[in-house]
């Protein structure tokens, strides 16, 4: 041991632990390297241990072509930092460190993708509309489930799940819609909104069964369902009759009514358009942090569910301005620690 | 209300609080006395003392009389650990003061403290303490890189070069910082833009 007035290696491994477990999964990831005894205590890390919230959000193809991919341009808000992750085709969906891509999930932080059998032929066009990971505290093991839907006259799913390898067609809601909105996970049922008509739809996870929770839905656009703290919101702008943005607002849903709990304050969003009228932004989230792109503007931002901040992330080095927007956000596992 | 100023059994550099009426005042506020590995003896409330859960159960177990000696802590880090009890025991989690007392607390303490601060809320079982100062660690080693860390903790780097390498390049991959411009020169990176090893 060399001389330093911070000896680690007098403290009891219980300590370890402490400090340890307040580092973001990516920083101990580096920290693998310093010795063999700092290795082993990081691989001994309990996973459940609640970890400080670190999403990387897989923002922009590399590739300007819309049909190629091999990497991605990705934002770390703990780090105010850009980098580029690998990603072999386009993502639909992602949960936790994995990506849902055409046929299989992919983990970016291993590099190691996992096939999934093909899901079962339904008559109109299939699209993924979740991936959900449930992580086994006691056997750490991880049990997948993806659902896909068709709409056509009617919703229906199919899902996938690890714990039996297969699909099974489950779950069927009649009545039109024109497109389904992104989908949330929240209390063991996805919620999903559904666009002409607008409703908020329910997905039981558990007996499979679909219900509209609410016909009534704010007239907005380029709206984005978030789970943040058992709570759901909707983001989205509020457009004036031509379809240009007046402002940006999240709503929270109280399982009766829609209630307005935060606008984009009005110099933000002046820059966010770029002094132009705004038609349309993308958005994403991981972890209560909501990400905000406008081509237009060709600017982001994020918005942290936490404490209601608006802040100005540092600016990508790399021209974005025609790369396709991916909008999908992961999370490295304590798993991966070991 | 008269209150009379209590005989107190002090040594030379005991703690100020130590000097306080307590004639007048009710069993609610009893005090402890707490004695330092140096013999220092430290006059605080009971109701502050209890920060520490194992002073607690001590007095819980009928511990009454004299002082409770804690051998494995000094007196400067006794009288922090009093300083924080006071400004947090029988507050709100938000408490405006207590979160500006922590930050100050955290600021000022060099690696040195913040390691005895650690040893001693972990014999004294004072979990908040504990978490406060740990969190004040994991913030200051979080944007270093592996060297600086090894220099901060004082551990030597034990690896073969195979296995270093072995453990490097499983963070290769994805850890790229981005550095490249549109036209794919490369740049510097800019401060504060960590690049990993």
């Known amino acids: 041991m060399d001389a330093t007035s911070f000896p680690w290696e007098l403290l009891p491994s219980s300590i370890h632990e402490e400090i340890l477990s307040k580092l973001p999964i990516s920083v101990l990831l580096r920290l693998r390297s310093i010795s063999r005894s700092f290795l082993s205590s990081i691989r001994s890390l309990p996973p459940s241990l609640p970890f400080p919230r670190d999403p990387f959000f897989l923002l922009f193809s590399s590739s300007s072509s819309p049909c190629s991919i091999s990497s991605a341009i990705v934002f770390q808000p703990s780090r105010n930092r850009w980098l580029s992750m690998p990603l072999p085709s386009f993502p639909a969906t992602a949960s936790g460190p994995l990506i849902l891509l055409s046929n299989s999930l992919f983990n970016p932080f291993s590099g190691t993708p996992t096939p999934i059998p093909p899901h079962l032929p339904m008559r109109t066009l299939i699209y993924p509309l979740s991936l959900i990971i449930d992580d086994d505290a006691t056997t750490h093991r991880s049990r997948l489930r993806i659902v896909v839907v068709s709409t056509s006259d009617r919703i229906r799913s199919q899902i996938y799940d690890s714990a039996s390898g297969s699909w099974t067609l489950r779950g069927e809601l009649p009545g039109r819609v024109h497109m389904l909105g992104n989908a949330i996970v929240l209390n063991g049922s996805l919620y999903v909104l559904s666009f002409g008509p607008d409703h908020l739809l329910k997905f039981d996870l558990l007996s499979s069964d679909w219900e509209i929770v609410s016909e009534v839905v704010p007239s907005v656009d380029c709206a984005h369902l978030v789970a943040f703290g058992g709570r759901l919101f909707l983001v989205a702008g509020v457009a004036d009759l031509l379809g240009g943005m007046l402002s940006v607002k999240v709503w929270e849903f109280d399982w009766e009514d829609w209630k307005l709990v935060c606008s984009m304050p009005d110099e933000i969003f002046s820059e966010f358009s770029g002094m132009k009228i705004l038609k349309h932004f993308h958005v994403c989230d991981g972890k209560g942090m909501v990400c905000f792109y406008s081509y237009s503007g060709n600017v982001l931002l994020i918005l942290d569910l936490m404490n209601w901040r608006w802040w100005w992330p540092r600016k990508c080095p790399l021209q974005w301005h025609s790369h396709p927007f991916l909008g999908v956000a992961v999370e490295p596992n304590a798993e991966f620690l070991r | ?197």
């Not at chain 2, 520490?52 to 007095?59: G, H, L, R, T, V």
């Not at chain 2, 009928?62 to 802590?73: D, H, R």
Request: charged share 25%; net charge negative.
């Open chain 2, 1 to 197: 209300m008269a209150s009379e100023a209590v005989a107190v059994k002090i040594q030379e550099g005991v703690a100020v609080d130590a000097v306080v009426p307590a004639a007048s005042e009710t069993s609610a506020q009893r005090k402890i006395l707490l004695k330092s590995v140096e013999g220092e003896e430290f006059l605080v409330d009971e109701l502050f003392a209890r920060g520490s859960k194992m002073i607690s159960n001590m007095i819980d177990d009928g511990f009454t009389e004299g002082a409770i000696p804690l051998p494995n802590v000094t007196a400067p880090v006794l009288s922090k650990v009093v300083e924080y009890w006071k400004h947090h025991v029988g507050k709100s989690e938000t408490d405006k003061d207590a979160r500006e007392f922590d930050r100050a607390f955290v600021k000022d303490a060099s690696s040195s403290v913040l390691f005895d601060i650690i040893m001693a809320a972990n014999y004294l079982d004072c979990k908040p303490l504990l978490d406060l100062a740990c969190q004040a660690v994991a913030d200051a080693i979080r944007d270093m890189n592996v060297e600086q860390v090894r220099g901060f903790f004082g551990i030597t780097n034990d690896f073969t070069p195979e296995e270093e390498a072995a453990v490097l390049e499983e963070n290769r991959e994805w850890s790229n910082a981005l550095t490249v411009t549109g036209n794919g020169q490369k740049e510097s990176n800019e401060g504060g833009n960590i690049v990993l090893p």
